[in-house]
T-cell receptor
Framework: QKEVEQNSGPLSVPEGAIASLNCTYS??????FFWYRQYSGKSPELIMS????GDKEDGRFTAQLNKASQYVSLLIRDSQPSDSATYLC????????????FGAGTRLAVHP | KAGVTQTPRYLIKTRGQQVTLSCSPI?????VSWYQQTPGQGLQFLFE???????NKGNFPGRFSGRQFSNSRSEMNVSTLELGDSALYLC????????????????FGPGTRLTVT
């Protein structure tokens, strides 16, 4: 069983809409959660980190964490074609110093 | 502040050879993690170094090894290359985790694309 699960997509949204990306993780003590964006042929780029339950907002991005439900999500408001990329959810479990477990990623396509 | 740098960017090797990849972290970052990315397996953790000590290792064979120098620069080595080692190898650096937290934001370098023929 995979430890971090994401829908592979593609998730297609129109320009200006809200894109909602979801991630679930296995039943282990988890501490740190991250969202990365990866354009084709490039390396992952950190978008957001979240460590406690609730919402965290940064510009057009909002990360939401619910540890009881083992669920973390990323909302992208006012989606732009330049947001089209693969979004990777990463989780750091207890005892794993800077060891990130990645989901397979969700491909987002924002069409004009 | 300069980002994470990795050399070389591209590498072609033959089965059975060995390879060494290099990573220079962001200035002030003392933790360096290595990952392998393939289309089939995605991003997988290889190992992490802090203050020249390997603190964590992923599920990879012993052919994969690494080290960290006193200036926090890191190298990883793959011996006896196999076709399945063809991948993008990514290095990520991180500042010290905050108290009570085991991980902090990691910033990736551009990667080294290794092709084994």
């Amino acid at each position: 069983q995979k430890e971090v699960e994401q829908n592979s997509g593609p998730l297609s949204v129109p320009e200006g809409a809200i894109a909602s990306l979801n991630c679930t993780y296995s039943d282990r003590v988890s501490q740190s959660f991250f969202w990365y964006r990866q354009y084709s042929g490039k390396s992952p780029e950190l978008i957001m980190s979240i460590y406690s339950n609730g919402d965290k907002e940064d510009g057009r991005f909002t990360a939401q964490l619910n540890k009881a439900s083992q669920y973390v999500s990323l909302l992208i408001r006012d989606s732009q074609p330049s947001d089209s990329a693969t979004y990777l959810c990463a989780v750091s479990f207890s005892g794993g110093y800077n060891k990130l477990i990645f989901g397979a990623g969700t491909r987002l396509a924002v069409h004009p | 502040k300069a980002g994470v740098t990795q050399t070389p960017r591209y590498l072609i090797k033959t089965r059975g050879q060995q390879v060494t990849l290099s990573c220079s972290p962001i200035s002030g970052h003392r933790s360096v993690s290595w990952y392998q990315q393939t289309p089939g397996q995605g991003l997988q953790f290889l190992f992490e170094y802090f203050s020249e000590t390997q603190r964590n290792k992923g599920n990879f064979p012993g052919r994969f090894s690494g080290r960290q120098f006193s200036n926090s620069r890191s190298e990883m080595n793959v011996s006896t290359l196999e076709l399945g080692d063809s991948a993008l190898y990514l290095c990520a650096s991180s500042f010290l985790p905050a108290m009570g937290r085991n991980s902090y934001e990691q910033y990736f370098g551009p990667g080294t694309r290794l092709t084994v023929t």
